[in-house]
């Protein structure tokens, strides 16, 4: 299923705007410890091995999908992760998530390191960090009703009875632009926009601290897009919740994220930490992993009008 719960597989947010650095490709987004993250990479290392047989017993090509990466997460905060297909934007999603562990470096959740959660505090986490993913009908069981989707985790966490988890999940449904009546239809009756609305009320269910959208909203028409970014966005200023946006939509991110985070080649190449201000935004675009993006969208970024950048 979609979101962490207790049940589900544990497999496989913004920056700090303060005290982030960004001097270059080895040091990218490395930070000043000044206070406690909601949750932080530290020299983060994901690797993977691929051999050229499946029944090889000889040891695979090892693959640096996060290489050396280091960022906080701070709550309220809303942060793009953008790069090439490849670049490791979804693999430091599910460290972040603590759906992976890094074989490198650390993941903290409020300065505890992911591998040394056990019991109450590894529940408490689970509950805390939920995603929204890129494709939901892969995710869900095709049998399972919207009730079912977002009632799980109620029932999972919050040991929500019946009648109860009904009404929330109803509530859910209307918060993001579902009627109250689709709480019955299964998941196939739903289109994949619909479908995608579903998942987001399922990883809000639990109030989360961090939600991580991985091409969750990239699916959606710009009304319904702009409609569920606005949501998100007056949810988090409500509520504290971060915000980690994995996508290739550079539309969506100039409309939501508050900071911006470059990856290529599993590092972390470029980070603007406020993309109101013109420096930042300048130093997005002086980064080639960033350009080669932003060239295919250039009206989602428009190359800052004094830019040095030639």
Request: aromatic letters at 6%.
């Amino acid at each position: 299923m979609i979101a962490n719960t207790p049940d589900a597989e544990t497999a496989p947010s913004g920056t700090r705007a303060r005290g982030t650095a960004c001097p270059g490709a080895g040091d990218a987004g490395r930070t000043e410890h000044t206070r406690m993250s909601l949750v932080e990479l530290r020299d983060a290392r994901r690797t993977y091995r691929r051999g050229r047989f499946p029944l090889s017993l000889l040891p695979g090509r090892a693959v640096r999908a996060v290489d050396g990466v280091s960022l906080a997460i701070e709550s309220g905060s809303r942060l793009a992760l953008v790069g090439a297909s490849g670049s490791g934007k979804s693999t430091l999603g599910r460290l972040l998530l603590g759906r992976e562990r890094p074989d490198g470096g650390a993941v903290l959740f409020h300065g505890r390191d992911w591998r040394s959660l056990r019991g109450e505090e590894q529940f408490r986490a689970l509950r805390a960090v939920q995603t929204v993913p890129q494709n939901a009908f892969e995710t869900v069981k095709p049998h399972f009703t919207a009730f079912d989707i977002i009632g799980e985790p109620l029932r999972n966490f919050d040991k929500m009875e019946d009648a109860p988890r009904r009404r929330r999940v109803e509530e859910l449904l209307e918060t993001v632009g579902l009627s109250t009546g689709d709480a019955a239809k299964k998941s196939l009756e739903f289109s994949w926009g619909e479908l995608q609305r579903v998942c987001l009320a399922r990883a809000l269910a639990t109030r989360p601290e961090l939600l991580v959208l991985d091409e969750a909203t990239s699916g959606l028409d710009t009304p319904a897009q702009t409609r569920i970014l606005r949501l998100l966005e007056e949810i988090g200023e409500q509520t504290g919740c971060a915000y980690v946006l994995i996508s290739h939509d550079l539309r969506a991110v100039r409309r939501f994220a508050a900071s911006v985070a470059v990856m290529d080649g599993g590092r972390l190449v470029a980070y603007a930490a406020d993309m109101n201000n013109p420096a930042d935004a300048a130093g997005l675009h002086a980064a080639p992993a960033f350009r080669a993006l932003a060239d295919a969208a250039p009206q989602a970024f428009p190359l800052p009008v004094h830019s040095p950048v030639a």
